[in-house]
Structure formats: C-alpha cells, structure tokens
C-alpha cells in the first residue's frame, strides 16, 4: 500500500491537483480503490488474516477485527493482575483511548460510525489509501507515551486545590450529597460559600449519541448504559418535539445547577446553537444572555467535514 500510495498519491502534488480540480478526488479515489483491492485480498488470504470476528452481539464483537479484539482482551487480562490502585486506573484510561482509535471505521466516520470496514479504501482525510488496523500496538503505544508525558505535565502545573468529578444526570444530581461522600469538609464548603460559576459544553440537540461513540468503554469496563437519559441525542433527531425536549433538557439543567450556585454567578455555555434556542432556555431557567463569544472550531478529528464556528454564551441570573 505504501508503494501504491507513494505512485498514485505523492505528497504534495496528488492534493494540489484535487484543489486546482485537474483531480476528480471522488472518481479517482473510487477508481484507485478497485485497482488495490485485489492486492489487499491476496494479502489477507496469505497472512490468514480474520476481518470479522463470529458473533457480532456487542458492540466489542461488532466494531473490532478479530486481532483486534484479541489484543485487547490480552491487555485487559494484564491489567486485571495490576495490583497498585492507581496505576491500575491509569493504565485502564490508555487502553480504553487506544481502543477508541482502533475501531473499524474509516478515518472520516469516526464521530458518527456507519458500517464496519473490512478493506481498503480512499480515505478523503488522508488522501490516500487507508486500511483498517490490524494490532492496536502502535496507538498502544502512542498513548502510553502521551499519557505519562501529560500526567508529569499536570503534576507541575496543578495547585495545592481539590477537584473531583461527579457522574450524574445533570438535571436532577445532587451535588451536596455527592460530595459529601468523597469530602465532606468540602461539601461543607460548598453548601456555605456556594459555587461561583459553570463552564460547560452541553450537547448539541440531534447531532451526537455519546453512549454509542462511546460504546467500546461501556462493553470493556461493563459500565451501565443509560441512553434514555442522554439530552438531544442523535436517535431523537432534529424535529419538533426534538428541539422542545433539548430545551427542556437544558432548562431543566440550569435550573438544577442554580440551588448551588451564588447570587451573582458566571455561567458559560458553549453551543453550536443554530436553531436559537438558547435565548428560550435562559428565559426559562431565570436567566439573561450577557455576552456572546465566538469560537471556531478549526481542528476536527474528520478535518474533510468543514470548520464551522460555536458560540459560547455568558449567562448571569435575570
Ligand atoms: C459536547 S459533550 C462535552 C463533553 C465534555 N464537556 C468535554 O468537553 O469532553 C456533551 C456531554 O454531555 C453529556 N450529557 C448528555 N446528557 C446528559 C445529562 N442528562 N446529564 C449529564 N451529562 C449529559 C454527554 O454524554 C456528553 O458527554
């Protein structure tokens, strides 16, 4: 693949001429694909290589090539015989990254899965051929690395202050209570001095299901999936009732954060408000828009999906 990468799509010229249209990317990429796919073929055969595992129940069985999923099963065996706590749960964190990455989507399909790939094929991101992985060793690797380079980076970096995270839905979680479980003196803290403000990024209404793009930690780690209590997921779609249900949602969480919350609190909410929902969710929670930010967002993991701009809201109490 390389060779053939290096022959019909040599870096740089291959995507100067897609830009100055002398390339039609969508033909020739489709075209390149049938060329290299007898060779791909040949290749799985000779090295007896198993694209799909039997079963395909869990989302483990379904989105992971049969070496794949051999690995890291291996890796999550190792991890079960770590006997210090935390290393435990650092080492955890990087297989569940790692797997994250070695999911057979194609490259720009990885927030919104379609289909399982079991071949090559022309990868607009890239612009190139691409296939799907069949070890998890290299992302192992690159993320063991980074993790540990950010975990001695945030040791220097981190103050002599307590944080935590508390999981819940955050239309009704009780914040007191769940602090009171991990440390009392500071929910003590809390309930006295109050919270100053939120910075948060809710979902977006229709756009994502965050327990599906997440579905490989829920399956690895046995966590329990609680879909129904996701607000403006992707399955409930755009509509109507859609939209009312998110600002319910919305208003609903505002509401809820404003009991710990000071008087004269600082909310910001970043959001990809295209349908103004936002003035509708403030007004319902008791709340005024102070200030708008604009923020792009130029970045994206599929970068062939365009750069669209979010806006943070700045929201104090009416
Ligand atoms: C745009 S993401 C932001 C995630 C996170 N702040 C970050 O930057 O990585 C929105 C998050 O809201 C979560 N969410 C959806 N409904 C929720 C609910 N009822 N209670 C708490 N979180 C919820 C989603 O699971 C998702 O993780």
Known sequence: ???????????????YKVKRKEIDEKTYGEEKEKEFLPTFNKLVKEYKIKLRQDKEDSFLDKWYTQHIRDEIQFVFDEIKKIKNADTKKIVSVILSRTIRSCRATTHADLATLLEPITATYYCGKHGKMCKPLFSILKWWETYSKDTVKRLAQYDKLRKDTFHTCLTGDSRNIDLVGGLYKINPDFAELVEKQKIKGIFSSPPY????????QHAYAYDLFGFERKDELEIGPLFKGQGREAKQSYIQGLSDVLNNAKKYLVYDYD????ANDKYNMYPTIAENAGMQIVNQYKRPVLNRTEKDKGAYAEIIF????K
Do not use: A, Q, R
């Open 205 to 212: 209404v229709g756009l994502i299901d965050y327990h599906e």
């Open 314 to 317: 700045h929201l104090k109490s």
């Open 1 to 15: 693949m390389y060779v053939f990468n290096n022959k019909y799509f040599p870096v740089p010229e291959y995507k």
């Open 267 to 270: 909310i910001f909410l970043v």
